[in-house]
């Protein structure tokens, strides 16, 4: 709730355990969300449902979240650690410098245009193709097995 729901939607990732509930519940202290859930909830969830959260606390649940797109994926709480751990490793065993290039364009486009995105994204495919993780994709997708990317 509140602050906890602000750290969470700032991250890149969200998620969450079937009991997960998520609040922007500011209003009922007589305030206005300040950690940045005014500009990054509507970026998640549409105008009307950020609106609607931030004007009447509404307290949602982790299957409501998922649905308006607060959080990539619900799980058994059991399982959140494992399922938190597997996308860490899978992002760990990614292509780094593709993955920071992405990210750096995925935070640009919010307030870019779309052909500036097009040459930028461009450049950063250009930068990708130069590396050993590029080259390894593509002979790794040559010889039909999983890419084995080292981080250059």
């Known amino acids: 709730m509140g ?6 939607i700032a991250a890149d990732f969200r998620l969450a355990s079937e009991r997960a509930r998520f609040g922007e519940v500011w209003i009922k202290l007589g305030c206005v969300p300040a950690l940045g859930g005014m500009f990054l909830l509507p970026r ?35 399982d ?27 935070n640009r486009g919010l307030s870019s245009t779309l052909w500036t995105e097009l040459d930028t994204t461009l450049a950063a495919q250009l930068a990708c193709f ?13 010889e039909r097995r999983p890419a084995r990317f080292v981080g250059e």
């Open 80 to 106: 959140l650690m494992a399922a938190a751990l597997d996308l860490a490793r899978t992002l760990a065993a990614g292509p780094t410098r593709a993955l920071a290039l992405a990210k750096q364009a995925l």
């Open 44 to 78: 998640l969830v549409g105008l009307g449902k950020a609106t609607e959260m931030i004007m009447t606390g509404e307290i949602i649940d982790a299957a409501e979240a998922y649905r308006v797109g607060l959080v990539n994926r619900v799980v058994p709480a059991a």
């Open 3 to 8: 602050a906890g729901c602000e750290l969470a």
């Open 130 to 142: 130069a590396t050993r993780d590029f080259a390894e994709g593509v002979r790794a997708l040559g």
